[in-house]
């Protein structure tokens, strides 16, 4: 039986992807291309915005056409939230919210062994004992960096968001089985691993004493070796000393944050149930960029929630040219049914969140640019994540910078030190002169 998978949205979603082509090559299948002719087609996805929706219910009706007689299952969290929705979809077989998803494969053997071709939806409530399953890994799934769920689900619910109810309560990993998973994947080859979750900070919320930071300075304490650590983000309330310490302390953890800020106007993250205010943030900001020399911090920013007024967005505007960040993600409200902005009035027009959109990712270029070229002459330790063409490699930084190199000798994998160009021009060097 040949399979397929196709996967939308966020970084837990990848890896909880190739967890399941793990169980599904363990229990004979083969895996295949999505554009290619398969017996089963799994779609995993996405509903944080209407965008997310209209993806995923394109690439199943892509994957109806592919082959009209395959078993099409729809998991994750639009099938967890929106299954009504989707089963209007003719010619979709399984609607699978995250609960479930874990057991797919036995619930496509069940499936095809009953013979029926009616739609079945598996969409039960997400329970805060729903455990979090150690990941088994047989096979490299990325390059050189590698994804390990840490944590799963959100209490926080900011007003905008759907993913409390997609994912629901905070569940970690336990500690153990994280470590068990980090010394597999680096027996694997991986270089840097990326703790992953849906809410990262809040890892040890149910689990008695223990909280990121721990977790951290247990890895490093216990994992020694040539790696490197990641977090995939945190909310600004969760960064506490500790983690600062760590990261100004442990050269193997990487000088990137991503912090998501969503607003610049205090009315709005009122209204968003943010429970910080825009002083907070600033001050956190500049206070972690003295303390560790070129961190990358990046973001998240939110445009046309509702009731965001044109002094509300210039806030954002002017806050974000203040802060020291790399890079921001621009995101256009989008309404979900279900939370409690959707309620909200006067909502924005769409025409009017693309201009703010837009002036935003005007203002992202710019201070991208400014942070590169505030690394002229820098020396950056680079991960060479892939070959790009004869000689030609691509790295990145621990401080997320993309880097391009010239080699003769073959570097995938390795660490190797460069100095930076002017206006951040990366020095080609000869293998000869890269310093490893
Ligand atoms: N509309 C637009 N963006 C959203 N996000 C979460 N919910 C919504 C929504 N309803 C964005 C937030 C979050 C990122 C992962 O997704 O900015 O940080
Ligand atoms: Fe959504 Fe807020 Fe939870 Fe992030 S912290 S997943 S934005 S509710």
């Known amino acids: 039986m040949k399979v397929a998978f196709h996967t939308l949205g966020c970084k837990v979603n990848q890896v909880e992807t190739e967890q399941l082509k793990e169980e599904f090559?363990?229990?004979?299948?083969?895996?295949?291309?999505f554009t290619r002719e398969a017996d089963v087609y799994i779609i995993n996805t996405c509903t944080v915005t209407h965008t997310s929706d209209r993806k995923s219910r394109s690439l199943i009706r892509r994957a109806i056409r592919s082959n009209p007689l395959a078993i099409i299952a729809a998991v994750g969290c639009m099938a967890q939230v929106n299954a009504d929705q989707l089963a209007g979809i003719e010619g979709l077989n399984l609607i699978v919210g995250n609960r479930d998803k874990e057991h797919i494969v036995d619930i496509i053997e069940e499936y095809l062994a009953a013979g029926s071709h009616a739609c079945r939806i598996f969409a039960g409530p997400l329970a805060a004992s729903t455990s979090l399953k150690i990941a088994a890994y047989t096979r490299h799934h990325q390059r050189t960096r590698g994804f390990i769920k840490i944590q799963d689900g959100c209490e926080n619910f900011c007003s905008y968001c759907i993913v409390p109810f997609t994912r629901g309560p905070v569940r970690s990993k336990k500690p153990a089985d994280v470590l068990l998973e980090i010394d597999q994947m680096l027996s694997l080859g991986y270089k840097e691993l990326v703790l992953t979750g849906i809410h990262t900070g809040l890892y040890g919320y149910d689990i008695p004493d223990w909280d990121i930071g721990k977790l951290l300075q247990e890895i490093f304490t216990r994992i020694k070796g040539r790696y490197r650590l990641r977090l995939s983000s945190i909310e600004p309330l969760e960064v506490s000393e500790t983690l600062i310490e760590i990261a100004v302390s442990e050269p193997g953890f990487c000088r990137h944050l991503h912090i998501p800020l969503q607003s610049g106007s205090d009315d709005i993250l009122r209204a968003m149930n943010r429970r910080y205010d825009r002083y907070y943030y600033k001050k956190m900001l500049s206070d972690i960029s003295k303390q560790i020399p070129d961190i990358a911090l990046t973001t998240d920013i939110m445009v046309g929630f509702p009731t965001e007024s044109e002094s509300d967005f210039m806030q954002s505007v002017e806050l974000l040219q203040e802060l020291p960040v790399y890079d921001l993600h621009v995101f256009k409200y989008s309404l979900r049914r279900g939370t409690d902005a959707a309620l909200l009035s006067p909502q924005v027009n769409e025409a009017e969140k693309q201009r703010r959109s837009q002036l935003l990712i005007n203002i992202a270029r710019q201070k991208k640019s400014e942070f590169?070229?505030?690394?002229?002459?820098?020396?950056?330790?680079?991960?060479v994540e892939k070959k790009t063409g004869p000689d030609r490699y691509q790295g990145l930084s621990d401080n997320y910078v993309q880097v391009e190199l010239k080699s003769r000798q073959e570097i995938t994998g390795e660490f190797v030190n460069i100095v930076l160009g002017v206006n951040g021009t990366p020095i080609y060097k000869a293998a000869s002169d890269v310093n490893r």
Request: proline residues 0%; aromatic residues 4%; hydrophobic residues 45%.
């Open 25 to 33: 090559i363990a229990r004979g299948y083969e895996l295949v291309d």
């Open 372 to 383: 590169i070229k505030g690394l002229d002459n820098r020396e950056l330790e680079v991960l």
